[in-house]
């Protein structure tokens, strides 16, 4: 079975603070993706990855960056985190195009 | 622009009834639609996908239906049990050579003992 796993369940920082999100798979997927699930407005995808180093800006990427420099990590970084980005984040991997995707359990964060 | 609207943001009945959730979309031309259930605070994980030229996809409780002209997926989870009780999320690529997965808002689902 895939694994996604998302290093952290729970975290809470600051306004101002440089946060990073990272995630992991074992199943030598090409593809990875970073969506953020807040009520009312479903899964919105921010960044995915189809190789290593290489990235995609998804539907709501601003103030957010990522970085792919192995195959199996994806992290991703807000540059300074706001109130506005609590939120939950899921991770999520696949094969080439078109293919389902596999999510980890997600990291709740919360920005004070 | 490009929409997926499921159309009920909750639906309870009762233990033992078919459930049936739907999926509308505009402006895409997908090649295929993919469903998933997501319980509270995990991840949503993949149940289905039906390319367009499949009518009818099975898997044991579950069916799903694609209509291209109607820009329509129906779900049915027959049977229904309590331990089905989840959100159900459907979701397209943008268009065929698109890596972009959209989902919509899910459908929660209660089945009621």
């Known amino acids: 079975d895939v694994k996604v796993t998302q290093s952290s369940r729970y975290l809470v920082k600051r306004t101002g603070e440089k946060v990073f999100l990272e995630c992991v798979q074992d199943?030598?997927?090409?593809?990875m993706f970073w969506y953020r699930q807040d009520p009312g407005l479903g899964l919105r995808l921010i960044y995915f990855s189809y190789d290593v180093k290489m990235k995609e800006k998804g539907d709501i990427p601003e103030g957010y960056s990522v970085s792919r420099e192995k195959k199996e990590r994806f992290s991703l970084i807000l540059e300074s985190a706001s109130t506005n980005q609590t939120s939950m984040y899921l991770c999520?991997?696949?094969?080439?195009?078109?293919?389902?995707?596999?999510f980890g359990n997600g990291t709740r964060l919360t920005v004070t | 622009s490009q929409k997926i609207e499921q159309n009920s943001e909750a639906l309870n009945i009762q233990e033992g009834k078919t459930a049936t959730l739907t999926c509308n979309y505009t402006?895409?031309?997908?090649?295929?639609l993919q469903w998933y259930r997501q319980d509270p605070g995990r991840g949503p994980v993949f149940l289905l996908l039906i390319r367009e030229n499949e009518k009818e996809k099975r898997k044991e409780r579950l069916k799903v239906t694609f209509d291209t002209t109607l820009k329509q997926s129906l779900f049915h989870i027959t049977a229904s049990q309590p331990a089905d009780s989840a959100t159900y999320l459907c979701a397209l690529y943008s268009g065929a050579g698109s890596y972009q997965l959209t989902f919509g808002k899910g459908t929660k689902l209660s089945v009621i003992p």
């Open positions: 199943m030598d997927h090409e593809n």
């Open positions: 999520a991997s696949s094969l080439p195009k078109g293919s389902p995707l596999h």
């Open positions: 402006n895409y031309s997908p090649a295929y």
